[in-house]
């Protein structure tokens, strides 16, 4: 069965640095997300991406982040300038067209230093 | 705007004993509503959805949910479990607008399968 694939599965960054966390959707998939978890908190919508733009986004979401589909496989999420409260794990997720669930990357645990 | 609830935060139970994990939720539209487990160190894996249809779903691993309208809840039900379900159990729900479908989770619930 098709994975979403992340990498790495984790990133130690110093607080102030860019880190860029990388995904692999399912291929005939159209849809991406990212979330985020935050150690022993529920599981948080950050950004939606369709068709080469972002269709949606949560406040969470601010000017330190980006997201990017540089080629025809990969899915990025970038934060700017990491703060110390960016410490989480960062999940991926991808759907097809029409009312799909969502498969899910095994994650990113992400510490910030 | 949705929510969701999920009013146990862990849930011991001993192994072969049944177990439900409960879960509400609340929306101004139609919704479609999910329950995820997470293994340890593992992604969210997909147990069940419901998206129309019967009211009772069933999923993997011997799990079922039933959605109910009028109580707007999705509690998921296994009736015997096993020292492998032990992880922790996520409900969703997402309402499939036109800007997407992204999904809201409650908190979590802990199941801890005891021997």
Known sequence: EPEVTQTPSHQVTQMGQEVILRCVPISNHLYFYWYRQILGQKVEFLVSFYNNEISEKSEIFDDQFSVERPDGSNFTLKIRSTKLE?????????????????????????SIL | AQSVTQLDSQVPVFEEAPVELRCNYSSSVSVYLFWYV???????????????????????????????????????????????????????????????NMLTFGGGTRLMVKP
Do not use: W
Not at chain 1, 88 to 110: E, K, N, V, W
Not at chain 2, 48 to 71: D, M, P, R
């Open chain 2, 38 to 100: 997470q293994y340890p160190n593992q992604g969210l894996q997909l147990l069940l959805k419901y998206l129309s249809g019967s009211t009772l779903v069933k999923g993997i691993n011997g799990f079922e949910a039933e959605f109910n309208k009028s109580q707007t809840s999705f509690h998921l039900r296994k009736p015997s479990v096993h020292i492998s379900d032990t992880a922790e159990y996520f409900c969703a729900v997402t309402s499939y607008n036109n800007a997407g």
């Open chain 1, 86 to 110: 960016d410490s989480a794990m960062y999940f991926c997720a991808s759907t097809g067209q029409g009312i799909q669930p969502q498969h899910f990357g095994d994650g990113t645990r992400l």
